[in-house]
């Protein structure tokens, strides 16, 4: 059959592998379902800026310019990725849903919501490990009478300027919408029912990115030791204020349960100044606002749920139980035995110094093995579907 690379997802890890491709003279095709690259990043609150410093975010073989902050802001790096597809030439086939895909003789079909179907030798998955948004059923809510979003339709702090706010959730996420919540005034308030790992995004000018990813090279048990010292002199006990601590390491927390310690850029300094109030759990809804699991009650004119993404992948084979790992992710970036042909970048959350890190040397590895000698490069070929 025709030999094909199919890229499906035109964010940082569809793009980091079209590019590293394009640069071993392979020229893949990519299918994506919004309207433009770097949907997810369009689409973000305008506030956002990389956690991760520039040195360690960007795709293979072009570096973030110089003018560029470390920490780089949203849109830019929108126009960085807009700016990386426009130099190797990688323009996605837009609007294209990859719905379906089945092993066929020798390679994948892979069906198109559209109706379109494309057969390739070899598929990358790059479709995102925050792909549909988990939302937790809160009994109540049917008689709530504010308003419910959840953190993924959150822009700016406009539309709820003279509102109280509880965002539910501390992740990164939840902690920096209630920061730009109260940073416009709004009178905002979190919801965390566990105990959080929380680090400074910087430590005397040190990125603790950097940090981490000294530390991870360490042996495990000395690497959560010292990360956990670290932590307890540079945050200390949050007891006073709400917030009860972690058990584990940050590290360990991300190696073993895939999730990352909330990155501090201001939070915590308004929750010690009293302008974050902070609540536990949620028992229920009332018509008002909420009760917490401490019996409490409040009421919020608006709920922000901050309560992440929940993995879609294996939804996109119906005939073939991916092998994943217990957090839903691919247990391989090449697909092995049944898999064989298929790979996936940027599902793995794991990793010391963060996703585009990883998403960085997994394209690589991608790239590396797609572009041996013994690949065919011929383009996917494209039908339209006759059922
Ligand atoms: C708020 C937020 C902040 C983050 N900050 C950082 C950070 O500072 N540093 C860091 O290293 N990481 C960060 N991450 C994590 C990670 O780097 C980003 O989520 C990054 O966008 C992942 O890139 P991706 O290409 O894997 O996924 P996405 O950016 O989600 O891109 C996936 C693309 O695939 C498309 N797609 C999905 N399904 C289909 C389908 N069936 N058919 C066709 N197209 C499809 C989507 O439309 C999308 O364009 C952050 C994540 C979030 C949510």
């Known amino acids: 059959m025709d030999a094909e690379v199919l890229i499906i997802g035109a964010g940082p890890a569809g793009l980091a592998v079209a590019g590293a491709l394009v640069q071993r003279g392979v020229t893949p095709l990519v299918i994506e379902q919004a309207d433009a690259v770097a949907s997810s990043w369009r689409n973000h609150y305008e506030r956002l800026h990389l956690h991760t410093v520039k040195s360690h975010s960007a795709l293979p073989g072009v570096p973030f310019p110089s003018s560029y902050p470390r920490y780089v802001p949203r849109q830019a790096l929108v126009d960085y990725l807009a700016d990386y597809a426009q130099r190797h030439r990688i323009e996605p086939r837009l609007g294209e849903e990859a719905a379906a895909i089945a092993r066929i003789d020798g390679g994948w079909q892979v069906a198109t919501r559209a109706g379109m179907r494309y057969t390739a030798r070899r598929v990358v998955l790059a479709t995102g490990a925050n792909c549909e948004p988990r939302v937790p059923a809160i009994a109540g809510r049917a008689g709530y009478r504010g308003r419910v979003l959840h953190s993924r339709d959150y822009r700016n702090a406009a539309p709820f300027i003279g509102q109280r706010v509880l965002v539910v959730g501390m992740g990164n996420t939840g902690a920096e919408i209630a920061l730009d919540l109260v940073e416009q005034g709004v009178q905002a308030a979190l919801s965390v029912r566990s105990p959080v790992n929380i680090v400074h995004r910087d430590v005397l000018g040190r990125p603790t990115q950097l940090t981490s990813i000294l530390l991870a090279k360490l042996p495990a048990a000395w690497g959560d030791a010292i990360a956990t010292m670290f932590r307890k002199l540079t945050v200390g006990d949050l007891s006073p204020w709400g917030l009860q601590t972690a058990a584990v390491s940050p590290l360990r927390q991300l190696r073993e349960h895939g999730k990352t310690p909330v990155i ?90 963060g996703v585009l890190r990883t998403i960085h040397a997994q394209a690589l590895r991608v790239a590396d093995a797609l572009a041996q000698p013994s690949a065919d490069r011929s383009r996917p070929r494209q039908t339209t579907a006759t059922t």
Not at 283 to 299: H, I, K, M, N, Y
Request: hydrophobic share 40%; aromatic share 8%; proline share 7%.
């Open 264 to 353: 501090d850029v201001g939070t915590l300094a308004r929750i010690k100044r009293g302008e974050i109030k902070v609540h536990p759990g949620i028992d229920r809804f009332t018509p008002d606002g909420l009760r917490f699991v401490d019996g409490s009650e409040q009421a919020f004119d608006a709920v922000i749920l901050a309560t992440g993404y929940a993995p879609t992948l294996q939804r996109l084979f119906p005939g073939l139980a991916l092998t994943l790992d217990r957090h839903g992710a691919p247990a391989d970036v090449i697909g092995q035995g049944a898999s064989a042909g298929l790979c996936f970048v940027g599902f793995d959350i794991r990793q010391p110094g």
